[in-house]
């Protein structure tokens, strides 16, 4: 399978727990994006890679989040003390010449 | 501020009919739109896009109809399948395809029943 992959497809934690999700996109993509979607919403912007270098974060992405993208291949997001409010799913995307590859997501349930 | 308005949030079409989703958006700088299908467990799939330079759009069964001087833009389906059942999402972005940000609309569940 040569599509987005993400890791784990579900993440059940803790209030206050630190949670780490996976991204592995397309190999020859080049941009990296993560966007978060709630219930009944559309997936909305939180930061983008070109390469290693993160270019662009939204508002949404508050200081209990990090991204990396350490050798311009694989991401990362943690997320700090996670909330109530964090549990959504979180995408991952990958792009070559404007087209968008969506991974199926890891849903994190924090209780 | 939603800056990209779709509905009708869900939709039920019968087999063989035609599916219309609308969005409006707010920003006139947005250059690029893209329509999206999401199946549950999955992430967003890209379906069809248009530039603001072209009124429509075919794909097979898939059109986009895009109305500059409105702001709007819609799809429609044609010939509407049991398989064509998912959420579908409207997007805008600046900058063309090379965006970095879409903004997505809410989404609408389309059903269609046989």
């Known amino acids: 399978d040569t599509g987005v992959s993400q890791n784990p497809r579900h993440k059940i934690t803790k209030r206050g727990q630190n949670v780490t999700f996976r991204c592995d996109p397309i190999s020859e993509h080049n941009r990296l994006y993560w966007y978060r979607q709630t219930l009944g919403q559309g997936p909305e912007f939180l930061t983008y890679f070109q390469n290693e270098a993160q270019l662009e974060k939204s508002r949404l992405l508050s200081d209990r989040f990090s991204a990396e993208r350490p050798k311009g291949s694989f991401s990362t997001l943690e997320i700090q003390r996670t909330e109530q409010g964090d549990s959504a799913m979180y995408l991952c995307a990958s792009s070559s010449q404007g087209v968008y590859t969506f991974g199926s997501g890891t849903r994190l349930t924090v209780v | 501020q939603q800056q990209v308005k779709q509905s009708p949030q869900s939709l039920i079409v019968q087999k063989g009919g035609i599916s219309i989703i609308n969005c409006a958006y707010e920003n006139t700088a947005f250059d690029y739109f893209p329509w999206y299908q999401q199946f549950p467990g999955k992430g967003p799939a890209l379906l069809i896009a248009i530039r603001p330079d072209v009124s429509e759009k075919k794909e097979g069964r898939f059109t986009i109809s895009f109305n500059k001087s409105a702001k709007q833009f819609s799809l429609h389906i044609m010939d509407s399948q049991p398989g064509d059942s998912a959420t579908y999402f409207c997007?805008?972005?600046?900058?063309?395809?090379?965006?970095?940000?879409?903004?997505f609309g809410k989404g609408t569940k389309l059903s269609v029943i046989p």
């Open positions: 997007a805008a972005s600046i900058g063309g395809a090379g965006s970095y940000q879409l903004t």
